[in-house]
């Protein structure tokens, strides 16, 4: 994935090009977005593990490609100012790339160029973050009632692993597979799915 910070794991939407906010506009937006309860959560559970999650955590950058954001090992956060507009968006990028961080905060050993770890962290962030409710998928113009957030969830998955040089199609599709019953039940900070 190409954005301005290259970050290890992304967020993508499905963006018809530039429509966003300036950096400033999205940087008020994602001081906004610490007041929402699951993004607070997530930050004191990973100050609870050790982390620190200081004031240029989570910044606002303008991105290349037509992705959301992404979390970046030893920087951090970024959010794509420029394919942004509303609050609700920024939250959930927020919220989707805190669990990246809270992951790697966790792991300690986590290795982004391993297509299993990489995966296992993106089935994480969806199924924890919402990214893939009923709601939003209607927004994308996906309706199914059956197994819509698991194949959600699997789309996503593989559609951020094809950004990574180090998983091939395949080797990224035998990854989710071989992780996902662990990752998809394994919902640590929370009790449940929220």
Known sequence: MEDA????????????????????????MIHRSF????????????EKSGCRV?????????????????????????????????QDEVNQ????????????CRAKNLDWTNCAH?????IRAGHLSGDCHFKRELLRGVVKLRGQEQECIKRRVLKS???NPYCSDVAAKDAMEAVWDTC???????????
């Open 93 to 104: 990028v927020v919220i989707h790339e805190l669990i990246h961080a809270y992951d790697e």
């Open 35 to 46: 007041r929402n309860p699951i993004v607070k959560f997530l930050m004191e559970q990973m």
């Open 118 to 122: 990489h995966a296992c962290s993106e």
């Open 161 to 163: 692993l094809r950004g």
């Open 5 to 28: 910070a290259s970050p290890n794991s992304g967020s993508d939407l499905n963006l018809g090009g530039n429509r966003g906010r300036s950096i400033e506009e999205c940087q008020d």
């Open 54 to 86: 200081g004031d240029n955590f989570v910044k606002a950058v303008k991105c290349t490609g037509p992705v959301a954001g992404g979390f970046t090992k030893g920087v951090g956060i970024t959010v794509c100012s420029n394919y942004l507009t509303i």
């Open 184 to 194: 998809y039940n394994d919902t640590k900070p929370f009790d449940r799915a929220p």
